[in-house]
């Protein structure tokens, strides 16, 4: 193997603002600002936030610091502001995904560059440096874990490759130098966790492991700062993260073309709130229903072909077809498209549907099953869509979910759906934060940015 971490840690280092195409940072900002909008209305409306802040309250963790927690009245401490944006941002599962990777970059890197962005005083030039750079470490770490082999083993890339992305972020803003930037991916190497087990019970663990991996990627970057001694080679050593947590392993994807090919420019955004492999399918069966203007009676048996990863995290009948909680139902394949079929449509709000018996009906009619004709595509979430119905059969297949990067929403689509979210949580001030990190490399301090995201 070569020296994967070494050369993660000198890139970080070494990237400026200037180095950064000016597609990337405009990308990087759309990213921001739809990652926000999850944080925001998930302060106000996801079932698992007041255990959170009770948490912290039980634990003393709740003491005033001066860094944001979007969507919340007060200040917080560095570490406990990333841990909380972290997890607003992941609960409503809304937020943006890497296809390659198959993990969710700006949920560990955003919180994690901008709690140490304020804590420092940066620059929104410096804070939009940090976010790529995370963005960059934590997809590429994701495509060398490879994600079929990953999950397999039963992890969760967006909490392990996701507390390097965010290590990578609080370090660039800290100043850290190659050596620092290594020692921190060595403490990092010890914090990457993140189970699937949450699959099994619609658990809340999803949404906390990855808000802990962006406080631990924090933590890691000051421990480095203050001459902490960490493992070398965490990412290819003979106990690193790509022998630990993968089978099939391509260190190499870590470092390939390396500043000269952006892993951002390849994250997509969700237009549902529920996991990226059921969103072609839900395209699919959105567009279906509306060129035959088709009705739930109508409709004899829908079969869903998806990618084997998709078929783990969405598709087993025995405890997806009729979820009880919204995690359940945001990794339900047969509860998100029997929603779409009965209304033409999915949107947070209709998370109100489960227990629903129109839906369980139609949910009862589906197969959801592995499609080899997905498997070995350039990204895994694509799907196959078959309705039957009294006058015949309608099928088609989606190679990509709509969000990706060759159907991105332009500015303004991106924007209202940041306001969709954020309005209800902060009145007017969300077009002003909306405008602010837009426009965020205009800030000499991006704590003027910041501070408009709190209610």
């Not at 969710?104 to 140490?116: I, K």
Request: net charge negative.
């Amino acid at each position: 193997m070569a020296e994967e971490t070494a050369t993660l840690a000198a890139y970080v280092a070494n990237l400026r603002f200037e180095d950064i195409p000016e597609e990337v940072r405009v990308r990087a900002k759309a990213l921001t600002l739809d990652f926000l909008g999850s944080a925001i209305r998930a302060r106000r409306d996801a079932e698992s936030t007041p255990t959170l802040f009770k948490t912290l309250e039980a634990l003393a963790l709740d003491n005033h610091g001066e860094s944001t927690v979007f969507g919340d009245t007060r200040t917080w401490t560095p570490a406990i502001a990333a841990l909380l944006n972290g997890a607003l941002g992941h609960s409503l599962d809304f937020d943006d995904t890497h296809a390659d990777s198959s993990l969710h970059p700006s949920a560990p890197v955003v919180p994690a560059a901008f709690a140490v962005g304020e804590l420092v005083g940066a620059s929104g030039r410096q804070v939009l440096t940090a976010i790529v750079a995370g963005y960059e470490v934590c997809c590429r770490l994701g495509n060398a874990l490879d994600p079929t082999s990953h999950y397999a083993r039963g992890f969760h890339p967006t909490a392990t490759a996701g507390t390097y992305g965010a290590a990578a972020a609080a370090a660039k803003l800290f100043g850290l130098s190659k050596e620092q930037i290594i020692a921190a991916f060595g403490v990092a190497g010890s914090q990457a966790a993140g189970s699937l087990q949450f699959l099994v019970n619609g658990a809340w663990n999803k949404r906390y492991q990855v808000g802990a991996s962006a406080m631990n990627g924090v933590i890691a970057a000051t421990l480095a700062r203050n001459d902490f001694v960490g493992a070398t080679q965490s990412v290819e050593g003979k106990h690193g993260l790509l022998v630990g947590y993968s089978d099939n392993a391509h260190p190499e994807k870590a470092v390939a073309d390396l500043g000269k090919v952006y892993e951002t420019m390849k994250i997509g955004v969700k237009p549902y709130p529920s996991c990226r492999y059921t969103h072609a399918a839900l395209d699919a069966l959105i567009a279906i229903r509306r060129e035959h203007n088709l009705t739930p009676d109508q409709i004899k048996r829908v079969e869903i072909g998806l990618h084997r990863n998709g078929i783990t995290l969405a598709g087993d009948p025995a405890t997806k077809r009729h979820p009880t909680s919204v995690v359940g139902g945001q990794f339900s394949m047969f509860f998100t498209g029997a929603v779409a079929l009965d209304q033409g449509g999915f949107g947070w709000d209709d998370y109100a549907r489960l227990g629903d018996a129109a839906v369980d009906a139609i949910a009862d009619k589906f197969d959801v099953v592995q499609d080899s004709r997905l498997e070995g595509r350039t990204h895994p979430f694509g799907a196959r869509v078959s309705i039957t119905t009294e006058d015949g059969v309608h099928e088609r297949i989606h190679d990509d979910p709509s969000g990706e990067p060759t159907t991105f929403p332009d500015a303004k689509a991106m924007a209202q759906k940041f306001l969709t979210l954020a309005r209800p949580v902060l009145d007017k001030r969300a077009d002003q934060l909306a405008d602010a990190i837009m426009s965020l490399e205009r800030f000499d301090r991006v704590a003027q940015a910041t501070q408009l995201g709190r209610q």
